[in-house]
């Protein structure tokens, strides 16, 4: 049981850090797009 709840924890954390990942990659993106266009 223990470890199960250890399993479901590191899945949710792993999820929330492709996330971010993913946000901040995409605000790179905006910035550079944004830096080009001046």
Do not use: G
Not at 7 to 13: K, R
Not at 20 to 37: G, S
């Amino acid at each position: 049981m223990i470890f199960y709840s250890y399993f479901v924890s590191i899945i949710s954390l792993n999820f929330l850090l492709n996330r971010v990942v993913m946000i901040w990659q995409l605000n790179k993106r905006l910035l550079r797009a944004q830096l080009l266009m001046r």
